[in-house]
């Protein structure tokens, strides 16, 4: 069974300080299908539980998915160590549902650490992510010689939880599957996210207010460099300046997201 595109590996989506000083225990995420408008109005499709400690390390993330209002998955990975340097953590992972059948999530084992580059193995399929750390090692033909890589691996320039440059090879020299990341200046933030997948590319842009504070994204797909579809995607805030809702418009329209906040006393 297939699961979705999360790295539940690299569990470095929150900053830890923000966490523990919002004092916040759970954060539950929950995704929507259906008319744009009060919460009630949507059929429930997802929902993703995080749980962190009093310092804002993660706990422990849930995820069920549901179909005409039936659960079909609940799986909870679980990680006993904070992050690495490099962003990874060990973890646990467990199917409540479907313990003989388990969804396959993206997770990996690590391999080796050089100061020059890392080396995970993916745990369902045997795949290897090659993270090139330092310029001079990052280009194809340093790639190939170092590892060899399969068509199913994916080399990724710069560290695990900030990449600037993620694809794969074929015919041993050609690059498919190209992603390309910008940050805001001195960040690890997310300024925009460029991918092409032959015919298409897309291209992912974070908006952002005068004060900094993040508005939402625009989703734009090309063919050929010729503009097809995009979705716009905005945040509200809560009364804690944390955000609450995400709605969508364009191709997506009608989908929302919600969080909702339970804090520690």
Same mark, same amino acid.
């Given at each position: ?34 008319? %744009?408008? %009060? ?44 992050? @690495? ?37 993916? @745990?369902?399929?045997? @795949? ?27 080399? +990724? ?35 925009? +996210? ?30 050929? @460099? ?40």
């Amino acid at each position: 069974m297939a699961g979705d595109d999360l790295n539940y590996s690299f569990p470095v989506w929150f900053n830890d300080s923000i966490v523990s000083k919002a004092k916040i225990r759970t954060l539950e995420h929950k995704w929507f299908a259906g008319v %744009a408008g %009060a919460e009630s109005s949507g059929e429930l499709q997802k929902v993703r539980r995080y749980t962190f400690d009093e310092s804002g390390n993660l706990l422990s993330v849930q995820q069920q998915r549901f179909y005409e209002n039936m659960e079909v998955e609940n799986i909870t990975f679980k990680y006993n160590e904070v992050p @690495d340097q490099l962003g990874y953590a060990p973890l646990v992972t467990i199917d409540s549902l479907h313990p003989e059948d388990a969804v396959e999530y993206t997770t990996y084992s690590k391999e080796m650490y050089q100061d020059a580059y890392a080396i995970y193995e993916k @745990d369902h399929t045997g @795949d290897f992510l090659f993270c090139l750390l330092e310029k001079e090692f990052q280009g194809i033909v340093a790639v190939d010689s170092l590892f060899g890589p399969t068509p199913s691996d994916v080399i +990724q320039y710069g560290r695990p939880y900030k990449p600037y440059k993620r694809y794969q090879i074929e015919n041993l020299v050609e690059e498919k599957n190209v992603s390309r990341f910008k940050y805001f200046e001195g960040s690890s933030e997310l300024r925009y +996210q460029k991918s092409a997948n032959y015919p298409f590319s897309n291209k992912t842009y974070v908006t952002v207010a005068k004060n900094g504070r993040c508005t939402g994204f625009v989703d734009s797909t090309f063919s050929a @460099d010729e503009y097809l579809k995009r979705t716009v995607s905005t945040f509200t805030y809560n009364k804690r300046n944390l955000p609450d809702r995400l709605t969508h418009k364009g191709m997506r329209n009608g989908k929302y997201e919600t969080f909702e906040y339970f804090f520690f006393e």
